[in-house]
């Protein structure tokens, strides 16, 4: 009880937005007040006992001033006044005791003397160094003229010793306070340099993991294309090997993204409201955009969510990806890894989801040993599984790993908060696309679709994907040439790459929402972009794209989007 207490008193007025080095210096001041009141308290007590009123005023006046200030003058808002003011009231302290016995011994207080410099400067600072220069000069003025009896008196041979000691010290403090300033410049210097240095990496990064996934998006869709009956087996079987060959390098390329650059695959929490079939679709999209299929995943929901819920669903999506690479590089079975989705426990508000994740494999205490040794802080650079514990970490849950008869299972919950303004797509009768905004009910042949895209091979790609399957489609090659043409024309569907020059796809979105905004108008809008790291989806949804497929993708997926927002 008392420790709880001391830690709101030493934590008084600490904001969870303060940084930390401004936290550390409010706890600072805060516990100097603690000391400072309890030291006022003890020679008030004595003052009050040795029958002195005058030191018993001075004291219940400064005790005052110290708790009106601690309480009124907040520190973590001004915490240079605030530290000044303890500062000064801490000289009277130590003034008063000069100047009156408090029952403390005389060399004592002239300890707390040579202490008080460097206080102060490690208090406020090079402000902070007047207070004692004043205290100093203050007592040395004392010092020559008749005191009280209980005072304390120094002959001239002390006087000497103890103010070239005070004035050595405060040297000292200005010292020591110019060095910690110069060592916090160089080191805030240095942190802006890596910062810059880490920037311009990520943007490295991210832009040659665009090229690849465009490359690698092309060739998927080449492969696509030249799939034909007419083929003969020979080539059939090299086709497939090209196929499983792609899968495989997209799978190495966000490998290598990863490990080269943690700093732009960092989890991004944005909260929104979801539908969780919605987020498992596209988990599933995922992995089988990196080689795997379905019949390497089961999932099953045992759950019987009617609404959406509210939360993280790139945390969500993240996890399954990574908790799924994970134990399937242990699988030693043909049986698919399961994912099963329960509810924990579930009040008329709120929902605790189960995912847990069963694999067949004769390796289920290696990886359940594995997975305990990350939670001990044992990290492997680059395993999914790393990501999914630190992912977990940050959003304050676990992942639990238990040995089973033939394998194991890994899971994790998380809590989330149902959305009484939105049901499921199941609840409501009918599938998720056809809950959506913006769809015509019109067939993908007849559809009028406007693509969004300045890599010429990229257009003439996608054109031969789609030019047997839709009659009309539309080229724009960046945000403003598409913009035009969306006032011209009344358009069915929109593709809309992200990177382009003079408007990317992000400012063609917002504006063309805003157009819209004065009327009925509703087009979907699809981001087909490479742009696939942590928060690119989450950016996307936020300007208004109404769903969002990533690069690499199979024709097959593109088609299933389009007839989705169309159906």
Known sequence: ???????????????????????????????????????????????????????????????????????????????????????????????????????????????????????????????????????????????????????????????????????????????????????????????????????????????????????????????????????????????????????????????????????????????????LSSVLEESISILKSGGSSMEDISISRLDKLKNFIIGDPGLVRSLIVNIFYGVNDYRTDTDPVQIQIRSLKESPGHVRLEFAFKVSTINGIALVDHVRSLQQGNTHSGSNLTNAVALLLESESTLSAVPENQGASLSFFQDFTKDPTKITAQEAGTSLETTQPGKAGIALKDAKILLVEDNLINQKIVLLSLNKLVNRIDVASNGKQALEMFGLKQYDLILMDIMMPIMDGIMATQKIREIESTSDRHVPIVAVTANALAGDRENCLAAGVDDYIAKPFTTEMLIRKMRNWLA
């Open 1 to 275: 009880m008392f420790l709880r207490f001391l830690q709101k008193i030493i934590s008084f007025r600490v904001d969870e937005t303060m940084e930390q080095a401004v936290v550390n210096r409010v706890r600072r001041i805060n516990i100097y007040y603690l000391i400072l009141i309890t030291m006022l308290c003890f020679s008030i007590l004595y003052s009050y006992l040795a029958d002195v009123s005058s030191m018993s005023l001075i004291n219940g006046i400064v005790l005052a001033l110290a708790v009106a200030t601690f309480l009124f003058l907040p520190v973590g808002r001004r915490s240079n006044l605030s530290s000044m003011l303890v500062l000064v009231l801490t000289a009277l302290i130590i003034l008063n005791a000069y100047l009156f016995n408090m029952g403390v011994a005389s060399v004592l207080i002239l300890a707390f003397y040579l202490i008080f410099p460097l206080l102060a400067v490690s208090m406020n600072g090079r402000q902070g160094i007047y207070v004692p220069i004043l205290l100093g000069i203050a007592t040395l003025i004392l010092n020559s003229l008749p005191l009280p009896e209980t005072a304390i008196h120094l002959d001239l041979y002390n006087a000497m010793l103890f103010f070239t000691s005070y004035a050595l010290v405060v040297a000292v403090s200005i010292y020591v306070e110019r060095t910690n300033r110069e060592l916090l410049t160089r080191l805030k210097d240095s942190k802006s340099q890596v910062e810059h240095k880490m920037v311009e990496k990520d943007e490295f990064i991210s832009n040659l993991s665009h090229k690849l996934r465009t490359s690698l998006s092309n060739i998927a869709l080449i492969n696509s294309l030249v799939h034909d009956e007419r083929l003969s087996n020979e080539q059939m079987e090299l086709m497939e090997t090209l196929k499983a060959s792609t899968n495989l390098l997209i799978k190495d390329v966000n490998n290598i993204v990863e490990i080269a650059s943690p700093g732009i695959v960092d989890y991004k929490r944005s909260i929104t409201s979801f539908d």
